[in-house]
């Protein structure tokens, strides 16, 4: 079976900080890192592959040096890699952003499998696996949790839904997204990891995928950022004065006093 | 693609690296210089002083139909005959919308034995219902609910299409919007019309909820938005309100290639985070993970559940059905208690609506205290046990 | 302190220090609590390649030595020597098919352990022989193809876990110690059961059991080296072994040191933090300064050990008995820099205290390797009369 993984670079949003000055992102020393939605795709497509056989593909679209995410998954135990890197895909939405990733997986052989985490930390819009199975005219099965069953042909699975989960039979080729319940990422491995220290990633511009540069980045793209702002916080602050013993005490007498908490029987 | 900064009449002044959200412009030799960081959100063209920076105009291929394209409508999403709730969100917000356009509200309802649905639609401010009633359409497969609600969209060509960020809603929808080929942001938590080009002013958080970024749709349409359940209001409910029913046909070819063998109807999350009255939140401040047992302790002497933090989570320390935030669950408890919380802005709209904060950290600079209605800065393993003893003090007196 | 680590052994490091905090801290009180044996991270060890170490790259290893061997078990205890236990049984286990194993046995074993399929065991102690290993009771008598072995032994960790187990048994009681044998017995050799699990003080998430033989018949191909050299079998793995013990010291008082330093810091008495009183600084400054030097042993031993050298018992047998000294010191001192705090279950140098405790008693007692020194000492100054 040949599976593409898609996986994204993104910034550690956990680490990233709003100045409270000028309500703008402190990004400094926040470091760079693969989506953690796209360690459970990664995590998903290698088990499928210790079942099914084959080989897997990490696919990824960023700027030069997101050829690390690449590498990072080559450690992980991929097989191979391809980045999608140009100046014209920048600015793109994910209209723009399924266009080149769809056009790459399109000019690959036999793909059975895609398989993508169920959203980026950083654009959180989970658009972009169901836009690449719409493109590549494949079905999908968005937020999967757990597979049933795993063949060359068809993948029974889990998708969870808001209300329980739904098996789903998905003949393949077609589409997967992925939540954190498809199983805990393995670590990388040490051989994995003298792999990727030589691996060359391969790279692909607009021109090699067939695509125009109106086509992708943000020419590409029907929505457009008009404006970023910081969200507003709320609350008036009284900050208790006094020992540990003192404010721990003080907070519970204030929340009592207001009844927000209550004694009761 | 970047802004493009005139060097002539830049002063070097610095005013657009404060501006830029993403620190995309740096300062070299006195003069502004832009590097890949930039999505052109013009924040810095804005506060130039001499007009240096201009956002690149980037020519779209016009779309014709976007001219012409006219009401709004909503994707009535129905499992198994139940609509959730966000549903009702949406016709009270798409009806807001449609006022405000001067154009009809519409609600597109696919699935299979949906008799007397559309009533509920109409009373909840619909005028139109597009209906397709099949038994194709019984289960939910991505791809015939795609081609049937693509052809409705393309025959009828509304300007706005709204649904739910529920998780149907974000597996169709992408779809949806990719087979009509038109724009599409995701998990809006704010919706307003600019009534001069009829343009969707679409909110919503961004960078795991740091930031909040308006979006538009210029040339295509429908202008499409999933919509964060819990957030719109709904409108006033008129029984009997009456509409008209458009009954849509499939073809013959419709098939899904995917298919529903079981429908399992259950929530394994036992964390009631939600509905819960008192939220005791444990952050990285705890400094390991059997820091729980001590939040866990302070959350049963107050008759509430344990949230977490995402770092928390991310670190293993608990289950994710604990998780708080933007990319947990939204909580607005009666008290909300952070413990070793710092207050990342992606944990802050996931309880910032609580109606009382309380915050301990150590660090008096911490975010969360900017929030936080009573704040302690102290060391939580001696502020906990102290709130417990005086707990436990009150309850002996009052018995 | 840097100590010029090749490329390879910064990748063992970095990685065992990954799955240490993201894998092993979440779940070490757990595992504690419930004497749980760590199915999961051991299957995330094997993921990670680590257990491929110390087998030759001609069985798919990576060829690694004591030093690596010693990163990486320093790294895992660092968060759990509970799991430092089960992983480096298995090195123990696998040392003696490594040092004197025949090709066949090597072909056969080595790669089952080198990916985590099988897990090992070293079996010599049994309960009424534990540093006075000569007087072990266990027979494996010759019959026809086969030996027969009959007995038991004592505190076997990773008992029950483990497929493939080298046992040390006696095959001819006149001769003393060189009438012991070591043989591999595998976990469904008719005659071979697992008895009960042990409950212990500390590393309460390795599993310490009984192996009970009676007329256990396993192939005489099972041999390992020849008979009669039981007891070199044994005491060239400890030889091998032992600076991991020291290694494991080394990461249960680093990790000390980490939650006892961090705690004095946002610990505040009489206004102050607590590390700023001096009294509690110099505990956190002999801690840290002990330390170095256990290090500094344990890798300059490691490092002794891997360029092949030839007398390693003294200096193998110092870094153990000095690291897992200060170890226990360590976790001693710890608790005490925690007060209260620290004897309650709430934070981990409660578990690390009672887990130092075992890094000074198995492998040979302390007393024991002070012997060993002792005797080495002996003997170099009558030599060099």
Known sequence: MKIVVCIKQVPDTAHVRLDPETHTLKREGVESIINPFDLFALEAALRIREQAGGAIVALSMGPPQAAEVIKEAIGYGVDEGLLLSDRAFAGADTWATTAALAAAIGQMEDVDLIVCGKQAVDGDTAQVGPGIAQRLGRPQVAFVKAFREISGQRLVVERQMDDGFDVVDLPLPGLITVVREVGEPRPPSLKGKMRAKQYRVPVKGAADLGLAPEQVGLAGSYTQVVKVFAPQATGERRVLQGSAQETGAQAVDLLVDNQVILLGS | MAVIIDKELCTGCGECLEACPFEALSLQDDKAQVNEACTLCGACEEVCPTGAITVPQVERAADERAAEARGVWVFAEQRQGAMPEVVAELLGQGRRLADELGVELSAVLLGHGLDGRAAELFALGADVVYQADDERLAAFNDDIYTQVLARVINEHRPEVLLAGATSLGRSLIPRVATAVATGLTADCTGLAIDPEKRLLLQTRPAFGGNIMATIICPQARPQMATVRPRVMKQGPRQEGRQGRLVPVELNPQDQARTQVLEVVRALEEQVNLTGAEVVVTGGRGLGQPEGFALVRKLATALGGVVGATRGTVDAGWIGHAHQVGQTGRTVSPKLYVALGVSGAVQHLVGMQSSDNILAVNTDPNAPIFSVAHYGIVGNLYEVVPAMLDRLAELRGQGA | MDYFFSEEQVMIRDLCRQIAEERIKPVRAELDEKEQFPSEIMKALAQADLFQIIIPAEYGGLGGGCLENCIAVEELSRACCGVSTSYAACFLGAYPILLFGSQEQKDKYLPLIGNGQQYCAFALTESASGSDAGSIQTEARRDGDFYVLNGSKQWITNGGQAGIYTVVAITDRSKGARGATAFIVEADDPGF????????????????????????????????????????????????????????????????????????????????????????????????????????????????????????????????????????????????????????????????????????????????????????????YGRSK
């Open chain 3, 193 to 380: 059961t697992v008895g009960k699990k042990e409950r212990k003080l500390g590393i309460r998430a390795s599993a310490t059991a009984e192996l009970i033989f009676s007329d256990c018949r396993i192939p005489a191909d099972r041999v390992l080296g020849k008979e009669g050299l039981g007891f070199v079998v044994a005491m060239r793995t400890f030889d091998k072994s032992r600076p991991g013990v020291g290694a494991q010291a080394v990461g249960l008082a680093q990790g000390a040191l980490d939650e006892a330093a961090a705690f004095a810091r946002v610990r505040k008495q009489f206004g102050k933090p607590i590390i700023t009183f001096q009294a509690v600084a110099h505990m956190l400054a002999d801690m840290a300064t002990e330390i170095e030097a256990a290090r500094a042993l344990v890798y300059a031993t490691a490092r002794f050990i891997d360029s092949g050298a030839k007398d390693i018992s003294k200096v193998s047998a110092m870094a153990k008995v000095f690291p897992s000294d200060v170890a226990m010191r360590a976790a001693t001192n710890a608790v005490q820099v925690f007060g209260g705090h620290g004897y309650m279950r709430d934070y981990p140098v409660e578990k690390m205290m009672r887990d130092a405790k075992i890094l000074q008693i198995y492998e040979g007692t302390n007393q024991i390797q002070r012997n060993v020194i002792g005797q080495e000492l002996n003997k170099e």
